[in-house]
């Protein structure tokens, strides 16, 4: 279970932080959100609506929170004993960025990620 839970991560961290980086290179150089497909990639979800735009400091930082994420799914693998506590003190600033960008299968892969770990905890293995 412990393994399953860190190919989530590896996933979410990944999945999320490669075009994440990109939509922040993107940004930085030209002042706008990247598109892909002719949809906008980080911007027009709820930040916006909440009063807060699409900026470089907060695509960075959710470029950073991937970055954990995929920190999260190395300890996971190797089967550090804290990495199931920091997976889930992660999960609260996760949602916040991925419901504030509205990424559909961020939350999802989360909730399989979290219960795998619960499982964990509560096994004891």
Do not use: H, Q
């Not at 839970?5 to 922040?24: D, E, I, K, Q, T």
């Not at 991925?98 to 795998?116: N, V, Y």
């Amino acid at each position: 279970m412990t393994r399953a839970a860190a190919v989530c991560s590896l996933v979410l961290g990944l999945g999320f932080g490669l075009p994440g980086s990109y939509g922040a290179w993107c940004y930085a150089r030209n002042g706008e959100v990247w598109r892909f497909l002719g949809f906008p990639t980080y911007g027009g979800g709820p930040f916006e609506r909440w009063g807060l735009p699409t900026s470089l400091p907060l695509l960075l930082g959710f470029v950073a929170v991937c970055a954990a994420e995929v920190a999260v799914g190395v300890l996971l693998w190797r089967d550090t004993a804290a990495a199931p506590w920091l997976a889930l003190a992660l999960l609260p600033v996760e949602l916040v960025f991925w419901i504030g960008f509205a990424l559909p299968f961020g939350p999802l892969l989360g909730l399989a990620r979290t219960a795998l770990v619960v499982a964990v905890l509560v096994s004891g293995d």
